[in-house]
């Protein structure tokens, strides 16, 4: 006499006290708990089927045997087409609804031509592709399940969406003969991501499969927008056509370095020539023109301001850099653009955050020509790409003399400002470190080549504020400014950059939200060195809060000891509460090899 098993529910079918034999029950009997077949039981003491266990610590996986060789899919043939358009990394969870289209990037993965990076909640995929996509100018895929899977990506995929970043989102969905009455993890995913995706289209049977994927792509990256597609499910394992095969982006992709008109030109030459004070105002938009934008500047003399959200694009040592301006600003980039007599604002906007001056004469340069006086009027819109642009003004004013030398009067502002953040980084009330504290010694210990990803809240005005940039990048949640962006973002920046040192800058409640992602960059060995900001409160929403004569209400936190919890995840976790403290374990953190969290105790007050 056996026991049988029902691989599905467990339920047990015991010979004995059932009174009946295995064998004789008949073919179509079910099991009476879950309803599955006869075939879904296994003799008890028979080991699970396919199931072996891992030899690693990590948990065991189902480890499925090489299937045959067998006819391309539909989803073979549009993953290989997406890797020839040079996407080739995927952030996401594999799950029911997605596993013909799973298995088709597997066997790329498999074969070294793309890298599947498995996060522990969708909206991570999103940022992590965001984030890559700002990084690289290129664009990553964010794979989801049809229903929560997909719902889960809609934040980052606003983020790409507002920030103009190229991204690929790929989602399951459940078959197309039951959509519509409301199936078992049923959204109408077309209607959800109808006004963040760009582009979007559902993957019919009779569709030209490698023609919608490079569809996808061409307008992600020309438009720098989301492309969005939708996998029914039965239609990603279905075999391709044997006319279908993968396409590539050879002739699709024109240059884009356009030159402004000739008027624009001569209208912004005849500006700067009368200027006496002129300043450059670079903006995320010019982060891969900065060689043509510093030749400009130099050979003009020009002080050169950024936005916060274009940190980092030009050094704070250069002798011309003068710069954040706004709210996370410092009073240099203030002082230069009060006194401009002219503007010359390349690929930023003016919106309440960038905190460019509307009132003065102004030149603005922009790729997209409904970003031109898209706000207010402004003297000269020059609609062209900016190294372009720049290279062309450079040439048009070669024999311009300027009147005025800025670089003393940058390095006095700079003086002052040095003395102010070293006077508040002396600073203590007994309740914790100063975010100036802090940032002045990340400042000294940040490898120059480093990305460094942040968050929202004080813990990033501060960084804006105090940290002194170097050459690294500086990737952010810009329009969206969600919380919960940064950690997920150095996951996406390590997998666009797995040579350069990743640093991640967040709050307490910014990391509250990603926690589990810390997981994630154990599993995938990235060392990305975390800076967490715990003041024990959403220490923004607490300052909103009196700024608006309001009583402080449920801003605190209730915080584990984050260090413990990095080093349970099997990361290095060090906290600090003495600023003396902060060079050794910031030194501690980046000789590290492998992840690492440096969580600062800091006080709300002192930003
Ligand atoms: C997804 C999301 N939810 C809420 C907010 C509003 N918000 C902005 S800053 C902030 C507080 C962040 O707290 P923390 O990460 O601890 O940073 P701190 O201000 O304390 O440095 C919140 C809730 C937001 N921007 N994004
Ligand atoms: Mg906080």
């Known amino acids: 006499m056996s026991k049988y098993i029902c691989d599905i529910c467990s339920f047990e079918f015991d010979e004995e006290k059932e009174n009946t034999a295995w064998a004789d029950l008949p073919n179509d009997w079910v099991c009476p708990v879950c309803g599955a077949p006869k075939t879904a039981f296994r003799k008890q003491d028979e080991p699970l089927r396919q199931q072996a266990l891992s030899t690693q610590d990590s948990p065991p996986e189902i480890q499925i045997k090489e299937p045959p060789a067998t006819p391309k899919t539909v989803s073979d043939v549009m993953v290989e087409t997406m890797i020839n358009w040079g996407v080739t990394r995927v952030f996401g969870m594999v799950g029911h609804s997605n596993l013909g289209l799973a298995e088709a990037i597997r066997k790329q993965c498999d074969m070294g031509k793309a890298d599947f990076i498995g996060i522990r909640h969708e909206g991570a995929a999103a940022f992590a592709a965001s984030a890559y996509g700002k990084l690289t100018g290129k664009p990553a895929a964010a794979l989801a399940i049809a229903g929560p899977g997909a719902t889960n990506l809609l934040t980052g995929l606003w983020d790409a969406h507002l920030d103009r970043v190229p991204l690929l989102a790929l989602t399951g969905q459940i078959d197309i003969q039951v959509l519509g009455p409301g199936a078992f993890q049923e959204v109408n995913l077309a209607e959800a991501f109808h006004a963040v995706a ?24 020309l438009n720098r927008n989301v492309s969005h597609l939708i996998f029914p499910n039965q239609v990603q394992d279905l075999a391709a056509a044997n006319d279908e095969s993968p396409d590539t982006p050879d002739g699709r992709l024109p240059l884009m370095d356009i030159s402004p008109a000739k008027n624009a030109v001569l209208q912004s030459v005849d500006l700067i020539r009368r200027a006496e004070r002129p300043v450059l105002i670079v903006g995320y938009g010019a982060r891969r023109c900065m060689d043509s934008v510093l030749r400009l500047a130099e050979s003009l003399r020009l002080p050169v301001i950024t936005t916060f959200k274009a940190k980092g694009q030009i050094p704070d040592a250069h002798p011309l850099a003068c710069g954040v301006v706004g709210l996370s600003g410092t009073p240099v980039a203030a002082h230069f653009m009060n006194k401009a007599d002219l503007l010359i604002v390349l690929g930023a906007t003016f919106s309440k955050h960038t905190g460019i001056l509307k009132t003065k004469p102004t030149i603005q340069v922009d790729f997209d020509p409904m970003m031109l006086g898209k706000f207010h009027p402004v003297s000269v819109p020059v609609w062209g790409e900016i190294a372009a642009t720049c290279d062309i003004l450079q040439s048009e004013l070669q024999h311009h003399r300027p009147t005025f030398d800025p670089n003393p009067e940058i390095a006095a502002q700079w003086q002052k400002w040095r003395e102010e953040k070293q006077r508040r980084a002396r600073e203590d009330r007994g309740n914790g470190i100063s975010s100036a504290a802090l940032f002045a010694a990340m400042s000294r210990h940040t490898p120059d080549n480093a990305v460094i990803t942040v968050d929202v809240g004080n813990n990033t005005y501060s960084f804006g504020r105090y940290f002194e940039s170097q050459a690294q990048s500086v990737i952010m949640s810009g329009y969206l400014g969600s919380i919960g962006f940064g950690y997920p973002a150095a996951i996406g ?11 991640a800058v967040t709050g307490d409640g910014g990391f509250g939200q990603y926690m589990g992602e810390l997981t994630t960059a154990v599993k995938y060995h990235m060392p990305i060195k975390h800076i967490l900001l715990n003041n024990r409160e959403l220490g923004k929403i607490t300052k909103e809060q009196r700024a608006a004569h309001k009583p402080v209400w449920s801003t605190s936190l209730h915080n584990p000891d984050f260090s413990k919890f990095a080093e349970n995840c099997g990361a290095m976790g060090i906290r600090v509460t003495d600023p003396a403290r902060l060079d050794d374990a910031l030194r501690e953190i980046f000789i590290h090899d492998g992840p690492a969290m440096l969580e600062v105790m800091t006080d709300p007050e002192l930003i």
């Open 493 to 503: 920046a390590w997998a666009g950059a797995p040579h350069r040192p990743i640093v």
């Open 198 to 221: 760009g582009w979007s289209q559902t993957v019919l049977p009779e569709s030209r499969h490698a023609e919608l994927m490079s569809l996808a792509l061409k307008s992600a990256i």
